[in-house]
Every structure is written in structure tokens, then in C-alpha cells.
């Protein structure tokens, strides 16, 4: 997509995949591991697995930088920095080798006391901001470096909330002012975990006593499914300003008040943008045009094209489709009009299209499509999906779907009760205020968008469509002596020079190339008694050519 010439121009300044004021406070990150047995030996594959998957991903992606810096550590006999603080983008093969370091780790040893173990984490915490202030110390990026912040995420197997209270309580006194949170991901796994088994015991102080550490402190317990690790690890990927809300949703005023009712909302990806993936690796992100569509295939011409095949392999209800993982614009499909095909062909077609979106239809089913095995590019495999929707008319909607490796976690709350009986009476006046229209026609709309196309046309640097006169050489300021020949020259200059002036103060400049002289003119131009010539004919404009 070629990110670096869309961000140069001023145009895209505002896209919200492009737009550099993104991301503008993301947070260093540091992964810490506990790779104790016997648990070990159950998440090391699923773990290993999920971060390898993710940092292919994060390193590959375009746009504004989503993780600024990534540190690793593992937690086994004892703490080890695999990783110091270092940039994603960019860093695929040295990010993958940590990953792979981490899967070394030997699965099978003896049991640690939870003690232990809670120490050597407390331990990897301090080392970790301590890492991170040296960083900040000795980096050369300037005011930027100074208003970052850390997030350290701790992944266990052993029991989330017992690791939670021991790292609270041994870092109370520490020193936590770059820490903003500190999340402890708990997998489960097979084995039970004994609480008889802690040793020594721990002594939990009351809940009136913790010390919130000025940061923010979060338990996560997931399963032991790399689906559900790399979820933990994409969430890294969104947008963690939180200094200010997005946007502000303005509805109409209640009667007994002339303000609007402003709700204020926060905005999330759902789905990482197919167009932030460099090479283009076909998953259907550009659908602007029929021509984005058909295969890539090199050193063939349009024409000759093999068309696009794609196989049905799921029928899909309709309300059990989110929208959110649509993407990219629509292609509305009709039954083929190729002049090739006969006139029975073409009429069974006909009917077998008709028949196809009768049926879709009736049934409330939507089809899930795949590129076709042969049409796969060679270059690493990648393939699109897409969704098909029927229409009450007799056309298809063709959309592109978001696959697991860009979907981002966004879960959703229920709300378990109903809304306020202030609020619920407060907003249904305010919507029972707006028109409504029982079939939408985007007609109505109106965007300004031919106004602003003329403002800037505009404004725009004009371009002449005649072809004008070379502009003279500069002269040098070495001149050779003024002669008979020379003063002529410079007499004849001196118009121009008047001309420059005058178009340099004032604004009015000619659109049409100033006529050459022509030989009567040229003649008429010599002190003589007679009549002036008659003016001759104005010569056609010479346009500029197509080269």
C-alpha cells in the first residue's frame, strides 16, 4: 500500500489507518514468563507458539507504532532477561530467537515453593523498571522517551489471585512512578494446584491495607489454547491513550433544556487493517474496482485474465453475522452479460443466479467463501475469505471478512440490568425527536464534497494548458563589454524586465503564452512615413501535447 507516499501527502493527513498522532501513548511492554514445572511443561508449547505468532505479526505491521519498545523475561531457577528493551518493528529475527530461547527452557525439574517463586517475580519486576529508567536515561529520542510509561504483564500457571497479593505486597515500598500497570495473566492447566503445598505460609494483610501502588493492577485468567494467549498478547496492539474521550455523540435537546444531550464515547479496532500488511498479500483489502479483484497474475494482460474462482464452504445465518468483522467496500454481483458465451448458456445462468439469491433470501443464510486452492498466491500461501449476501433484488453483495490472524480481542459487556429509568426517559425523548424513514436512500445525503473539490481546485496551483515561451538563460555576472550588438539586447530586455515587475506586484496573470512577432510586425517596428500595416491574423493556440 505504500504507507510511506500516503503519509508524505497531505491529503491523508486525517486517515485513521495512516494519521501519525495515533498511538501516541503507547506504553514499552515487558512479557516476564514463569517457566516453573511441573506446569511448565504443559504451556511452554501453547505459549512459545502464541508469542512466535505474534511477533510476526507486530513486526510486519505498517503505520503508526503500536509497540514502541518489548522486553522478555523468563522465570525458571532463576530470572534471566532474554530480551532488553529494543523497537518491534523490524526486529522479526531477533524477536524470534528470544521466543525460541524461551521454548529451550527445560520442562522437567523439581517443584519451586510458591514462595520461590513469588520472590524471583518480585525480583523481575524491580529489575525490569529498573532496565526501563536506564533506558529512558541514556536514549537519544528526546521529550518522547520521557512521557513513556510501562506495562508489565507476568504470565503464570500457578493461582492468579495468590501471585497478585504477593507481588502487592512486596512491591509496596518500591519505587513504581514509570509503572501504569501491572496485569497478571493466570493459564490454566491440568494439573491441581495444592494450597496445602505453599511453603513457608503467607500471611495476606486485609484488603484495607494493600497499597494500590499508584498503578493499575489487573488479574486475567485465560485457557491453555494459543487462541486464547495470542488474545492477551494482540490486545498490546489497540490503542492505550485513555487521556481524553475519542468522540462525542450530540443528540437532540431534551424540551425543558436548549443543550444538546452529548454522550461521550471511547473508540476500539476491532480488526487490524489488511492494508497495514506490506507486500499485498491478497486478503481482499482493496476492493475499490473490479480490477483489484482479479487475480495477480504477472506478465498477463486484464483481458486474458483467468477469472476469480471462489468455493462456497459454509452457509452462515444471517443474524449470526457481526458486521464489525466486515471490512473494505462492498462489489455488488450480477449474473454475467459476457458477450462470449451463447445465448442458452448465458440464459441457464440466468437462472441458476436468480435461483441462488431466491433461495439465500428465503432462507435468511449467508455464504462464506474462500479463494480457491489453485488461485492461492505461491509467495506464503495466503488466502481471502469473503461473505455473500443476498438482496431483494436480483444482485449479490460480495464483502471481504477479517480472518483470526487481524482479529483483535473486544469483548463486549452484558449488562445485567436495566438501564436508569432517568436516563432510559431522558434518551428515548431525545431519539423520538428525529425523523424517521422506513427505507434509507442515500440520495438525501449530502456530503459538500463538490463545494470542497471546487475550493481546492481553486486555491491549487493553476496549470496553463499553452505551451509557453522557454524562460531566459540566468546571466552570469561575469557580462562581456557593452557593444552596438549588446545594446540592443539590452534594450530589447527592458520591456520584459517592466513586465516582471508589474506581474510581481500585482496579481493578475496571463492564462494565454504572449503571440510571437511576426514579420509585418517586425517591419512596422522601423520608423517610416507611411500608414501602419494591417494587424495579421491571430495564430491558433498550440495546445500542450498528451507527452
Given at each position: ?42 504451556t511452554?508449547?501453547?505459549l ?13 505491521l ?66 525490569s ?66 494450597q ?37 498478547l ?22 425543558d ?43 498477463t ?56 439469491c ?38 449479490l ?36 425527536q ?22 481546492r ?7 496553463y ?13 561575469s ?8 545594446a ?60
Open positions: 500500500m505504500e504507507n510511506r507516499k500516503r503519509q508524505a501527502g497531505p491529503s491523508n493527513s486525517g486517515s485513521l489507518v495512516y494519521r501519525s498522532s495515533l498511538f501516541p501513548r503507547q506504553p514499552a511492554r515487558v512479557l516476564i514468563v514463569e517457566a516453573l514445572p511441573p506446569w511448565w511443561s504443559q511452554c508449547t501453547v512459545c507458539d502464541a508469542l512466535d505468532n505474534f511477533l510476526s505479526l507486530a513486526c510486519s505498517d503505520g503508526p507504532s503500536r509497540i514502541p519498545l518489548l522486553s522478555l523475561y523468563a522465570v525458571s531457577r532463576q530470572q534471566e532477561c532474554l530480551l532488553p528493551f529494543v523497537q518491534v518493528r523490524g526486529n522479526l529475527a531477533r524477536l524470534r530467537s528470544c521466543a525460541e530461547e524461551l521454548r529451550s527452557i527445560p520442562v522437567e525439574g523439581c517443584i519451586r515453593g510458591a514462595a520461590r517463586g513469588g520472590e524471583l517475580l518480585r525480583q523481575t519486576v524491580l529489575d523498571l529498573q532496565q526501563f529508567k536506564q533506558y529512558i536515561r541514556h536514549t537519544s529520542n528526546g521529550p518522547q522517551a520521557s512521557n513513556m510509561f510501562l506495562e508489565v504483564t507476568v504470565v503464570t500457571s500457578q493461582p492468579g489471585q495468590h501471585i497478585l497479593r504477593l507481588l502487592e505486597t512486596g512491591l509496596k515500598d518500591a519505587d513504581l512512578v514509570s509503572l501504569k500497570r501491572l496485569l497478571v495473566v493466570q493459564i490454566h492447566c491440568e494439573t491441581d494446584w495444592d496445602e503445598n505453599l511453603s513457608p505460609k503467607v500471611n495476606h494483610p486485609e484488603a484495607d491495607d494493600y497499597l494500590m501502588l499508584g498503578a493499575e493492577i489487573d488479574l486475567q485468567q485465560v485457557e491453555n489454547s494459543v487462541l486464547a494467549v495470542e488474545a492477551v494482540k490486545a498490546w496492539l489497540q490503542e492505550q491513550g485513555g487521556d481524553r474521550e475519542h468522540l462525542q455523540l450530540l443528540l437532540p435537546s431534551p424540551p433544556s436548549p443543550i444538546p444531550v452529548c454522550v461521550k464515547c471511547d473508540m476500539q479496532e476491532c480488526l487490524i487493517s489488511p492494508a497495514l500488511i506490506p507486500l499485498n498479500p491478497g486478503l481482499g483489502e482493496k476492493t475499490e474496482s473490479t480490477q483489484d479483484f482479479w487475480p495477480n497474475t504477472k506478465g494482460a486484464n483481458q486474458s485474465q483467468v477469472p476469480q474462482r471462489l468455493r462456497a464452504i459454509k452457509a452462515l445465518r444471517a443474524d449470526g453475522v457481526c458486521e464489525s468483522v466486515l471490512y473494505g467496500l462492498p462489489l455488488v454481483i450480477r449474473p454475467t452479460t459476457c458477450w462470449q458465451l451463447d445465448w442458452d448458456e448465458m440464459e441457464t445462468n440466468h437462472n441458476l443466479f436468480h435461483a441462488l431466491h433461495t439465500l433470501q428465503s432462507r435468511d443464510l449467508f455464504l462464506l467463501l474462500q479463494v480457491e486452492l489453485a488461485q492461492r498466491s505461491t509467495a506464503g500461501g495466503v488466502c481471502s475469505h469473503y461473505i455473500l449476501q443476498p438482496s431483494s433484488s436480483l444482485a453483495l460480495l464483502k471481504p471478512v477479517v480472518s483470526r490472524e487481524l482479529l483483535l480481542p473486544c469483548s463486549q459487556l452484558v449488562p445485567a440490568q436495566e438501564p436508569t429509568p432517568d436516563a432510559l426517559e431522558l434518551l428515548q425523548g431525545c431519539v423520538s428525529l425523523e424517521e424513514e422506513l427505507l434509507f436512500n442515500p440520495l438525501s445525503l449530502s456530503s459538500n464534497l463538490y463545494q470542497y473539490l471546487k475550493c481546485g481553486l486555491l491549487s496551483q493553476p496549470r494548458p499553452y505551451r509557453l515561451q522557454p524562460a531566459a538563460p540566468h546571466r552570469d555576472q557580462q562581456p563589454p557593452e557593444g552596438p550588438k549588446n540592443g539586447k539590452r534594450a530589447s530586455r527592458q520591456p520584459q524586465a517592466q513586465s516582471r515587475h508589474l506581474g510581481a506586484n500585482s496579481r493578475v496573470r496571463a492564462t494565454v503564452a504572449p503571440l510571437p512577432f511576426s514579420s509585418s510586425s517586425t517591419t512596422a517596428s522601423t520608423p517610416s512615413q507611411g500608414p501602419p500595416p494591417a494587424k495579421a491574423p491571430r495564430p491558433p493556440l498550440k495546445l500542450l501535447s498528451s507527452r
